[in-house]
């Protein structure tokens, strides 16, 4: 099936560390959801981005939906233990129809 | 404030037999998607009910189907089980008209041997 392309595909940081991480698609989409998925749960939603150039930001989370709607940043401030887990985007095109991301998986060294 | 609600949590079927899988929306939403989720993978959309009827659906075959009922509860239904079925079944509500925030339940594992 269809996924989007994320990068980095896993990353190790130190505790207090800043993160980045984006998602690319070669087609256009109107809305870009941000998740975290722990192991064993759903995913959660972080943030939700409904406008090209729109930087919207929840709490250390700042995520960006990019000019051209094929790509999404998402950045995370001053890292802690407990951001462990595995990112995902998600765009939304016309259609009801999400495509997921392939997911970033991220690691904090205390 | 009840969240989305899946049941059962685990499924151990057999290649062959037939699975419905259950879900409950977020208090105040109408529709539901079931995605499926393979071992290291992102969520793979299956369909989207809405109005008790399937208003998307992705590249799944006809062995899966769904129903969302009156009180926009919903069930997914595998038929003729296939190994490549095993995966975490991921059910998700939102509410039409504000948006796309879709909320997750934790899933059923479904195994098939």
């Known amino acids: 099936g269809q996924q989007l392309n994320q990068s980095p595909q896993s990353m190790f940081i130190q505790e207090g560390e800043d993160v980045s991480m984006n998602c690319t698609s070669s087609s256009i989409f109107n809305t870009w959801l941000w998740y975290k998925q722990d192991p064993g749960e759903g995913p959660v939603l972080l943030i939700a981005l409904y406008k090209a150039g729109e930087l919207t930001s929840n709490g250390r989370l700042t995520a960006q939906f990019g000019i051209t709607r094929k790509d999404s940043f998402l950045n995370i401030s001053a890292s802690i233990p407990s951001d462990v887990g595995i990112y995902f985007c998600?765009?939304?095109?016309?259609?009801?129809?999400?495509?997921f991301g392939t997911g970033t998986r991220l690691k904090v060294l205390a | 404030d009840a969240g989305v609600t899946q049941s059962p949590t685990h499924l151990i079927k057999t290649r062959g037999q037939q699975v419905t899988l259950r879900c409950s929306p977020k208090?105040?939403?109408?529709?539901v998607s079931w995605y499926q989720q393979a071992l290291g993978q992102g969520p793979q959309f299956i369909f989207q009910?809405?109005?008790?009827?399937?208003?998307q659906r992705g590249n799944f075959p006809d062995r899966f189907s769904g129903h969302q009922f009156p009180n926009y509860s919903s069930e997914l239904n595998v038929n003729a089980l296939l190994l490549g079925d095993s995966a975490l079944y991921l059910c998700a509500s939102s509410r039409a008209g504000l948006g796309y925030e879709q909320y997750f339940g934790p899933g059923t594992r479904l195994t098939v041997t």
């Open positions: 009910y809405y109005e008790e009827e399937e208003r």
């Open positions: 208090s105040g939403h109408d529709t």
């Open positions: 998600a765009g939304i095109s016309g259609t009801y129809k999400y495509i």
